[in-house]
Nanobody, 113 residues
């Protein structure tokens, strides 16, 4: 059984920054990523990173968000800069391997003045 613990969400003003963390139990996962879901919208992929360090970002966050991982700690991070009100959503950590596909509990990110 995989356990994920998310942290780092909160309330920030437009242009501010937040850093999300997701610590996973078990072995190293092939893909670790972040999804988000705003009220009335479908859950969407924000960013993903492979065990080798290859990354993929949604067009809406390119240049502002950076995903990284620490394989020794089995933790994935999402550094969010230049935040916009449109980034307001619940952010979910997701980890995958040939054996697992697990989701975190979600953390609220609110960007408002």
């Amino acid at each position: 059984q995989v356990h994920l613990v998310e942290s780092g969400g909160g309330l920030v003003q437009p242009g501010g920054s937040l850093r999300l963390s997701c610590a996973a139990s078990g072995s190293i996962f092939s893909i670790m990523g972040w999804y988000r879901q705003a009220p009335g919208k479908e859950r969407e992929l924000v960013a993903a990173i492979t065990s080798g360090g290859s990354t993929n970002y949604a067009d809406s966050v390119k240049g502002r968000f950076t995903i990284s991982r620490d394989n020794a700690k089995n933790t994935v991070y999402l550094q969010m800069n230049s935040l916009k009100p449109e980034d307001t959503a619940v952010y979910y950590c997701n980890v995958r391997s040939i054996f697992y596909n697990a989701w975190g509990q979600g953390t609220q990110v609110t960007v408002s003045s």
